[in-house]
């Protein structure tokens, strides 16, 4: 083009008006978004064929399911759960925008892929994890060697020795709790929000059980870790409800970003200070990599004992066996001893409810792997580089497998029921290679805590939450509430 074309060319430009311009805009935009689509349909044909043979809704051109993700992280999993009402007990597909998804139906399909060493690795989503605060941790680790290596690192400090080391401190903490539960409570009507200061106390024990530190976070409310451990969570529920932000380069764009990086550096400030403390006092005792790990470990304690006390508080005859039980362990000695590990042990009946609990609320409702080589599940070929999602309520919902599962009902975990189910239909722990690590800690932890609560306390129902159903939770990577959890509490006399 010579230069007076040039010229020529932007004098007519100039005359073009306002709605041309944007009518030129909008169809160069359409354009390119047409051509992405093509080369995107070229280079995923076979993923597409594949995906076409996988039940599951159709979703909407090119975006999918992405409707779903924008009802917001509170419907996520009743929408999930919803459409898998659809497809039965099988797996059933989603797109969401260029992301091929499978959500596994059964048990059986459940078992195959998570004993599969060919799909050790966490789904892609979990980059957000890693991005974070979780670095390369035992969480999110890709590289199996290493990961094995952390694995045993990090079990080292779950050996049985240890763990019943940590049943003074959990009791000691359950202890200062109650007392912090009873001063919060409104003294006219009793109605208390357990939620923050339950997780304020798992905090103060994953500090001391860990860590060997206290963090104080029972005394002190207002703690700056705390503060922004929330914060980051906030941004990893944004970015998985508001997917074109899981691209780190567009997350860059966000208003989140910015705050995300402060929040990231005083947590990683915060734990490098306590390592180092640590590291001076154990001498390099702790494998920094797992620490990553627990701040999550206490999240799902402080859901599962939260809503312990909250489904005790709505279920009187439940608690009332819960109370019979521990006065028939506690009849010897000291009625307000501390527990051994034999008392816990022993709770039996509690140890249902709390299983019947983590079945109705799983801390962790969805967690996935990535599909590195075609595989075949549940009679279907799935594409390489999908993810496939395991939703816990899919399956804990299932009347096949739990009779009436709506209903509040310890006994869904009487020995003889667990013996007449498939091992993988309770997936609050998740399963095969990766299953949770804490698992018995996390038991312990919540059996003493609840335990001590409900010696101290009888819990009845809140006006600010009369039914179950009341109860509102969101997705924010692990299950959180949304306007707190209230119960009223009276002291036993
Ligand atoms: C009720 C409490 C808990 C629940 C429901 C829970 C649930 C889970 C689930 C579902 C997974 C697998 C996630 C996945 O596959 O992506 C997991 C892994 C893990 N959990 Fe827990 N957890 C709990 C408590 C804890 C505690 C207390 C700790 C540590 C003190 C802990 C440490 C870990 C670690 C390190 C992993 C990763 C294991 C690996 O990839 O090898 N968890 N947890």
């Known amino acids: 083009m010579q230069l007076n074309e040039m010229v020529s060319f932007w004098q007519v430009s100039d005359i073009i008006n306002d709605t041309s311009l944007n009518n030129i805009i909008v169809i160069h935009t359409a354009v390119i978004l047409f051509l992405v689509v093509v080369y995107y349909k070229i280079v995923s044909r076979r993923k597409i064929s594949l995906a076409k043979r996988i039940p599951g809704p159709d979703g909407f051109f090119f975006v999918g399911m992405l409707p779903v993700l924008l009802g917001g992280p509170e419907k996520l ?6 459409i898998g009402r659809k497809f039965e007990n099988t797996l059933f597909k989603a797109w ?13 399909e459940i078992e195959a892929i998570l004993t599969n060493p060919n799909m050790f690795n966490k789904a892609k989503l979990y ?4 991005e974070s605060i979780m670095g390369d941790g035992l969480f999110t680790n890709r590289v199996f060697d290493e990961w094995k290596n952390n694995r045993k690192l990090v079990a080292a400090g779950f050996k049985f020795s240890m763990l019943k080391s940590f049943i003074p401190i959990f009791y000691e903490e359950a202890k200062f709790l109650s007392q912090v539960l009873y001063e919060k ?29 206290k963090f104080n976070t029972q005394k002190n409310a207002k ?9 980051i969570q906030k ?10 932000f899981l691209n780190r380069s567009l997350f860059q764009l966000s208003t989140y970003k910015r705050k995300h990086d402060i929040s990231q550096s005083i947590i990683y400030r915060f734990i490098e200070d306590l390592v180092q403390r640590k590291k001076t006092e154990l001498k390099n005792r702790i494998n920094s990599q797992g620490e990553h790990n627990e701040e999550w470990g206490q999240d799902t304690t402080a859901l599962a004992i939260a809503c312990s ?7 009187q005859d439940i608690q009332n066996k819960v109370l019979e039980e521990l006065l028939t362990i506690f009849s010897t000695g000291d009625p307000d001893r501390p527990p051994t590990y034999e008392d816990l042990q022993k709770m039996d009946y509690l140890e249902r409810v709390i299983k019947e609990t983590l079945r109705h609320f799983p801390p962790f409702p969805l967690f996935g792997r990535n599909v590195e080589k075609e595989t075949v599940i549940g009679g279907y070929l799935i594409p390489a580089g999908s993810s496939v999602i395991f939703c816990s309520g899919r399956i804990h919902f299932n009347a096949n497998l739990y009779p009436e599962p ?13 013996r007449s189910r498939h091992p993988y239909s309770f997936l609050p722990f998740s399963g095969g290679y990766r299953n949770c690590i804490g698992m018995k800690y996390a038991m312990l932890q919540m059996k003493s805590v609840v335990s001590t609560l409900v010696r101290s306390y009888r819990f009845s129902p809140s006006d600010k939450c009369p039914k179950p159903e009341n109860l509102r939770l969101t997705y924010a990577g692990t299950q959180a509430f949304v306007d707190g959890c209230y119960v009223k509490i009276e002291e036993r006399v």
């Not at 969401?96 to 059986?108: A, R, W």
């Not at 997780?199 to 024990?205: L, R």
């Not at 703690?223 to 914060?231: A, T, V």
């Not at 006390?309 to 279920?315: E, G, Q, S, T």
Request: glycine share 4%; aromatic share 10%.
């Open 235 to 244: 941004a990893v529920e944004y970015r998985v409800t508001h997917p074109w």
């Open 96 to 108: 969401i925008l260029d992301q091929l998804y499978v959500f596994p139906g059964n048990p059986e």
């Open 223 to 231: 703690h700056e870790f705390l503060e922004n451990l929330h914060f």
């Open 406 to 418: 709506e209903k509040f009902n310890p006994d869904h975990f009487l020995p003889e029921a667990c």
């Open 127 to 130: 980059n957000v994890a890693s």
């Open 309 to 315: 006390i909250f489904m005790l508080a709505h279920h």
């Open 77 to 82: 999993l009743k929408n999930i759960l919803k």
């Open 185 to 213: 409570r409104d003294s006219n009507t009793n109605e208390c929000e357990i939620s923050c200061a339950i997780g304020m106390a798992t905090m103060e024990m994953i500090g001391r059980t860990a860590l060997g530190v």
